[in-house]
């Protein structure tokens, strides 16, 4: 097993969504600060298993300052709660009026459950990269997910060729002084960027893809597009119902349940045709059933502790409500459990190195 | 991070400051309007707020005249969930918790232009001037209408005469004079007969607790003084104003807001620290640790092997 191969995909999506469930229902910094803080140690503990893992660190630098200037936003626009830190004159645009440090917690809070969510995403990324989410891709979607692995792989190959291209012209006396200037640059990018479509899909022909998808009878196309639209249609109906006609609740769950039993069908026989072979399977290992297992404890807790007493987890501190935050203990310890996988993790050996010519 | 990046923040919250200090603090006043509600059961609820400035917004009439305001600052601008908890309790309950589905109750914003005018503009952005008189009806209606406020004038909310008290001294928040009347709207065609009895009321500096900052308070211990002359029509006290929200000794936890119904008055719980939140503060601080020794052990590895490779 080499170095960037982390635990089971699936026992990543498990903690996906054992640590986006908080920072989505939540915005009380208490929760928020736990979850962002053991999703951070995730991330340390991935550290840089490949080139692409370092482009994250931008990333998660560039949802820090978004944060960090989101809190005077808030502080200032929104003039409303009782404990007022000063006065702006009211005849002034917008920010006029009292600010307020509930609108302060606010705001913060806010950005808090944005950055939780972006590291998460990050940390998730760096430790299923492009290639295992790819292979997870539905067989009924297959097309579009070989699709976005190209254009995904692709844009960092532009970014240098655009570099090595601007480099070279620069070296040829070329200066950009007006707009006719930028086509010496883009043309040879956008002939890179051709030829190398036009080579990977030569390879990838070569490869036999597109051949083991088994064609469809002109019968099975039209049930699979029947399928479609009758679950679709019944999908709209049930949302529709729910939302006006509240007294008919037990209808419109039905025509929900009909359009998703009818859309999985569909897309079920459209997988059915798309044969994949495995080159390397990926095993159930005990890291991967430890991880999986302490997700999903964690997303039971905390669901329970949505379904049960969701108003203990809500933080609103404009008044009549508090600004101060409540703690239960329990949802702290399935907050700790987010941070199971850092504990598991081998770190990367390569750690000191960085091979530039990995894909 | 490039110290650039810091220094927007920095600066706009320095530039925020400096205003700030030079702006001395609105209090009591010479300017009046009038606040007029009606309540789902057909009671009516007037307020006259004395404020300072030359304009204040729909909403800080709304606070400022003593009333449990509850809003929504999700989205854009705030929307009124409920008045003295009459409504819906945000944020247990959805802001429009009685306008799913075709039927559409909630707090509908009215100004007084000759008679009641829907308005254009939601609360925290119609400026209200002296002499304004706004209305705010819990009732059916849709994004253009709703149910509207009795007819009333300006004169009868807020009487022209010395009666009001006299505006204490900075730094106290400002002073409203409440007037509680009802109606029992026998037709809809003909204004109700409607009488009432100013209260003068005092506010004094409330008590405060964990903070430095004044607050606005709502009026204490109001002393009765009967000035207008009762007439025939009976008179039913349907509303006093609520007490001072700093009186309601309920712990932060019980929140226990009510379910769907819009009669439902929920407990606001206290604004101020209580000894109660101390062992969850001391768990969250305990978990808190036990991550933070998560992270040094990893990073300690991490480092550990850096170095034997």
């Given at each position: 097993?080499?170095t960037?191969?982390?635990?089971?995909?699936?026992?990543?999506?498990?903690w996906?969504?054992?640590?986006?469930?908080?920072?989505?229902?939540?915005?009380?910094?208490?929760?928020?600060?736990?979850?962002?803080?053991?999703?951070?140690?995730?991330?340390?503990?991935?550290?840089?298993?490949?080139?692409?893992?370092?482009?994250?660190?931008?990333?998660?630098?560039?949802?820090?300052?978004?944060?960090?200037?989101?809190?005077?936003?808030?502080?200032?626009?929104?003039?409303?709660?009782?404990?007022?830190?000063?006065r702006?004159?009211?005849?002034?645009?917008?920010?006029?009026?009292?600010?307020?440090?509930?609108?302060?917690?606010?705001g913060?809070?806010?950005?808090?459950?944005l950055?939780?969510?972006?590291?998460i995403?990050?940390?998730?990324?760096?430790?299923?990269?492009q290639?295992?989410?790819?292979?997870?891709?539905?067989?009924?979607?297959?097309?579009?997910?070989?699709?976005?692995?190209?254009?995904?792989?692709?844009?960092?190959?532009?970014?240098?060729?655009?570099?090595?291209?601007?480099?070279?012209?620069?070296?040829?006396?070329?200066?950009?002084?007006?707009?006719?200037?930028?086509?010496?640059?883009?043309?040879?990018?956008?002939?890179?960027a051709?030829?190398?479509?036009?080579?990977?899909?030569?390879?990838?022909?070569?490869?036999?893809?597109?051949?083991?998808?088994?064609?469809?009878?002109?019968?099975?196309?039209?049930?699979?597009?029947l399928?479609?639209?009758?679950?679709?249609?019944?999908?709209g109906?049930?949302?529709?119902?729910?939302?006006?006609?509240?007294?008919?609740?037990?209808?419109?769950g039905?025509?929900?349940?009909?359009?998703?039993?009818?859309?999985?069908?569909?897309?079920?026989?459209?997988?059915?045709?798309?044969?994949?072979?495995?080159?390397?399977?990926?095993?159930?290992?005990?890291?991967?059933?430890i991880?999986?297992?302490?997700?999903?404890?964690?997303?039971?807790?905390?669901?329970?502790?949505?379904?049960?007493?969701?108003e203990?987890?809500?933080y609103?501190?404009?008044?009549?409500?508090?600004?101060?935050?409540?703690?239960?203990?329990?949802l702290?310890?399935a907050?700790?459990?987010?941070?199971?996988?850092?504990?598991?993790?081998?770190?990367?050996?390569?750690?000191?190195?960085?091979?530039?010519?990995?894909? | 991070?490039?110290?650039?990046?810091?220094?927007?923040?920095?600066l706009?919250?320095?530039?925020?400051?400096?205003?700030?200090?030079?702006?001395?603090?609105?209090?009591?006043?010479?300017?009046?309007?009038?606040?007029?509600?009606?309540?789902?059961?057909?009671?009516?609820?007037?307020?006259?707020?004395?404020?300072?400035?030359?304009?204040?917004?729909?909403?800080?009439?709304?606070?400022?005249?003593?009333?449990?305001?509850?809003?929504?600052?999700?989205?854009?601008?705030?929307?009124?969930?409920?008045?003295?908890?009459?409504?819906?309790?945000?944020?247990?309950?959805?802001?429009?918790?009685?306008?799913?589905?075709?039927?559409?109750?909630?707090?509908?914003?009215?100004h007084?232009?000759?008679?009641?005018?829907?308005?254009?503009?939601?609360?925290?952005?119609?400026?209200?001037?002296?002499?304004?008189?706004?209305?705010?009806?819990?009732?059916?209606?849709?994004f253009?209408?709703?149910?509207?406020?009795?007819?009333?004038?300006?004169?009868?909310?807020?009487?022209?005469?010395?009666?009001?008290?006299?505006?204490?001294?900075?730094?106290?928040p400002?002073?409203?004079?409440?007037?509680?009347?009802?109606?029992?709207?026998?037709?809809?065609?003909?204004?109700?007969?409607?009488?009432?009895?100013?209260?003068?009321?005092?506010?004094?500096n409330?008590?405060?607790?964990?903070?430095?900052?004044?607050?606005?308070?709502?009026?204490?211990a109001?002393?009765?003084r009967?000035?207008?002359?009762?007439?025939?029509?009976?008179?039913?006290?349907?509303?006093?104003?609520?007490?001072?929200?700093?009186?309601?000794?309920?712990?932060?936890?019980?929140?226990?807001?009510?379910?769907?119904?819009?009669?439902?008055?929920?407990?606001?719980?206290?604004?101020?620290?209580?000894?109660?939140?101390?062992?969850?503060?001391?768990?969250?601080?305990?978990?808190?640790?036990?991550?933070?020794?998560?992270?040094?052990?990893?990073?300690?590895?991490?480092?550990?092997?850096?170095?034997?490779?």
């Open positions: 097993m080499d960037t191969d982390t635990f089971h995909p699936f026992a990543w999506l498990a996906l969504a054992a640590a986006a469930l908080p920072a989505l229902s939540t915005r009380n910094p208490l929760y928020l600060s736990l979850t962002l803080l053991a999703v951070a140690v995730v991330y340390a503990a991935l550290g840089r298993r490949s080139p692409l893992a370092q482009s994250w660190g931008a990333f998660v630098r560039f949802s820090i300052m978004l944060w960090l200037l989101s809190i005077p936003f808030t502080a200032l626009t929104s003039h409303y709660g009782t404990i007022v830190l000063f702006l004159p009211a005849t002034w645009p917008i920010i006029g009026g009292p600010i307020t440090l509930e609108a302060m917690l606010y913060l809070t806010g950005g808090l459950a950055v939780t969510l972006l590291l995403f990050a940390a998730f990324n760096v430790a299923v990269d290639a295992r989410l790819l292979r997870m891709t539905p067989g009924f979607i297959h097309g579009a997910g070989v699709v976005t692995g190209i254009a995904v792989a692709f844009v960092p190959q532009m970014v240098t060729s655009w570099q090595a291209i601007r480099e070279a012209q620069q070296v040829r006396g070329h200066k950009v002084r007006g707009v006719r200037d930028v086509l010496p640059l883009v043309m040879p990018l956008l002939v890179t051709l030829e190398r479509a036009m080579q990977l899909a030569e390879s990838m022909e070569a490869r036999g893809f597109g051949g083991q998808v088994v064609p469809a009878s002109s019968r099975q196309r039209t049930l699979n597009q399928a479609l639209l009758f679950g679709l249609g019944a999908l109906a049930g949302f529709a119902g729910i939302g006006f006609w509240p007294e008919k609740r037990l209808l419109a039905a025509l929900l349940a009909a359009g998703l039993a009818l859309l999985g069908w569909s897309f079920w026989d459209q997988g059915r045709r798309v044969h994949r072979s495995r080159y390397h399977r990926w095993v159930w290992a005990r890291p991967d059933r991880i999986a297992a302490a997700s999903l404890l964690s997303l039971t807790i905390w669901m329970g502790g949505l379904l049960v007493r969701g203990g987890i809500f609103y501190p404009f008044p009549p409500y508090t600004p101060w935050p409540t703690f239960q203990p329990l702290g310890m907050l700790v459990l987010v941070a199971v996988p850092a504990l598991l993790l081998q770190p990367a050996k390569d750690e000191g190195r960085m091979t530039n010519d990995e894909t | 991070m490039t110290r650039r990046t810091l220094l927007l923040p920095l706009l919250t320095a530039l925020c400051l400096l205003a700030g200090a030079s702006v001395a603090r609105a209090q009591g006043g010479d300017h009046r309007a009038g606040l007029v509600i009606r309540y789902a059961d057909g009671s009516v609820q007037t307020q006259c707020v004395l404020f300072s400035e030359s304009s204040i917004t729909g909403t800080e009439l709304l606070t400022r005249s003593g009333l449990q305001v509850t809003m929504d600052y999700s989205g854009m601008g705030g929307a009124v969930c409920s008045i003295a908890g009459k409504g819906c309790a945000f944020p247990t309950q959805d802001c429009f918790c009685r306008c799913q589905g075709l039927a559409c109750e909630y707090w509908a914003y009215y007084w232009a000759g008679g009641w005018q829907y308005s254009q503009v939601g609360a925290g952005g119609y400026k209200v001037t002296d002499g304004a008189l706004e209305g705010w009806s819990w009732g059916a209606g849709n253009s209408s709703g149910v509207e406020p009795p007819l009333l004038t300006f004169a009868e909310v807020c009487p022209a005469l010395a009666t009001a008290t006299p505006a204490a001294t900075a730094p106290t400002p002073i409203a004079t409440p007037t509680s009347i009802t109606a029992a709207p026998q037709d809809d065609a003909a204004p109700p007969k409607v009488t009432f009895e100013t209260q003068a009321t005092v506010s004094d409330a008590s405060v607790q964990a903070s430095t900052q004044p607050r606005s308070t709502a009026p204490h109001p002393t009765n009967a000035l207008a002359t009762p007439t025939p029509t009976p008179i039913l006290i349907a509303y006093a104003p609520p007490a001072d929200a700093s009186g309601m000794r309920s712990d932060a936890r019980t929140q226990s807001l009510g379910g769907d119904s819009t009669a439902s008055a929920f407990e606001a719980p206290s604004r101020d620290f209580s000894l109660a939140l101390l062992p969850g503060y001391a768990a969250y601080l305990l978990t808190l640790a036990s991550l933070v020794g998560a992270g040094v052990w990893v990073v300690r590895r991490k480092s550990g092997a850096l170095r034997k490779s």
